[in-house]
Each structure stands twice: as C-alpha cells, then as structure tokens.
C-alpha cells in the first residue's frame, strides 16, 4: 500500500469514527439513549454495521467530551449530569444569551418578531397537545424552543456568540428541558410568558429589559433542570 493509499485509507477511518460519535451523541441527545444507560460496544456495533474498534474510538471521544464516563465493572454508560454542573452551565449560558437579546433589539425586523411569536406559540401548541405522548412530543418542543433561542442569537450577528450559545446548550441531554414542560403545566405556562415577556422588550426596542428577561428565563430554567437531576441522580445506576 503506498502512502497515499495509507493516508487515504486513516482518513476514511477517522471520518467513520467521527460519524459513529455524532450519531451516539444525538441518540444521547434526544432521550433515545437516556442518562444512565450503559454503552455496550458489541451491541451498537451490531446496531450501526460496523466493527467494534471503530464503535470503542467513537465511544472515547465522547468519553473525553464528558458526555459518557467508563464505570468500574459496567464500562461506557451515559453521564448523569451533576447538578452543580447544570447550574454553572446555565449561569454561563445565562450571560451569554442576555447579551444576545440586547445585540438583537439593534437588529431585529418586524418578520423575525413574528417568526418568534410564531415558535413560542408552536411550542405552546405542541406541548399541550403532546402531554403523554413521550418522545415525539418532546422533539416537536424542543424544535419549536430551539427556533426561538437559535434566531435571537442569529439576530444578534455575532458568530462566536452564537457558537458559544450553543456549545453549552450541546453539553446536556435536550430531551430532559422539554420533557420538563410537555409533563408539567405550570412550568409550560410561565416558559411561554416568559418567552413573551423577552419579545415585548425586544418589540419595544428595549435592550435592557430584553437582556434582564432573556438572563431570568435562562437561570430560572437551569435550576429546574438541576432539580430535575438532583431528584433522579440517587436513582439511576451508577455500578
């Protein structure tokens, strides 16, 4: 094999091993895999047709990116998120979209508040008539969410702000945030008030009151998350 043959061959290996990681890390993502569970090599293996080796390179990436951790006698299984760890996160995130959303009032035209006002109100929607319905429900709101905080960071024309913001929002498992609104009614009434709250300022020009709202949403919105693991971290399995 010449060296190019060579090259070309670890190339085409590392891209399946990235690939592998990427679709271990959206079932992760979206609940299919849930926090906890263990990662058995033969089994994914067997479920993505490929070997095990490139199945365990896969599984380290996601090892060194603290999405899973390797128990003692168990192996890979899903991190459980530690509360402390979800409320540094948030306080981080917090700043982060509060200075997009003042960025935004600069920028923002009247079709972006109503493509706001239109995926808060889907995301209402949704979750009121997906209550019970599990997965899919949970997926249509998160959708729906992700459209309302991925615009006003995209509106606020800053790239590495942008980036930033979703960075941290790739750390922990999606499903869990919107299984904690299509389950829980009150908690889905004040997260689309709230959601309206950060468009009136936004409408009204006002960049203070935008970032204060955005910064209040976002903190208030990692405590009940890092209740939510608080609750279930004694409970689920951890060897």
């Known amino acids: 094999m010449t060296t190019e043959e060579l090259a070309a061959t670890r190339k085409t290996g590392a891209a399946l091993v990235d690939d592998l990681a990427e679709q271990i890390r959206n079932r992760i993502m979206t609940g299919e895999i849930p926090i906890g569970a263990q990662l058995r090599q033969a ?11 490139p199945v365990r390179e896969a599984l380290r990436q996601l090892q060194t990116s603290g999405l899973i951790e390797v128990l003692p006698n168990k192996g890979a299984v899903v991190s459980v998120p530690a509360p402390w760890d979800v409320r540094e996160a948030y306080e981080v995130r917090a700043e982060l979209e509060a200075l ?13 508040i109503d493509q706001l006002r239109t995926a808060n109100q889907e995301m209402y929607d949704l979750s009121v008539a997906g209550r019970g319905d599990g997965v899919p429900a ?5 959708r729906s969410n992700d459209v309302f905080h991925t615009l006003i960071a995209s509106i606020s024309g800053n790239a590495r702000l942008s980036k930033a913001i979703n960075d941290i929002n790739e750390t922990f498992p999606r499903n869990v945030s919107a299984q904690l609104i299509v389950n829980d009614s009150r908690h889905r009434d004040e997260n689309f008030q709230e959601h309206e709250r950060i468009l ?30 608080e609750l279930r971290s004694s409970t689920v399995f951890r060897g």
């Open 100 to 112: 997009a959303a003042a960025r935004a009032v600069r920028r923002i035209t009247r079709d972006q």
């Open 43 to 53: 089994e994914l293996a067997s479920n993505f047709g490929v070997s095990r080796t």
């Open 138 to 142: 949970q997926h249509d709101h998160r």
């Open 200 to 229: 009136e300022a936004l409408a009204d020009g006002d960049a203070q009151r935008a970032a204060d709202q955005m910064r209040e949403h976002v903190i208030k919105a990692g405590e009940q998350l890092a209740r939510w693991y």
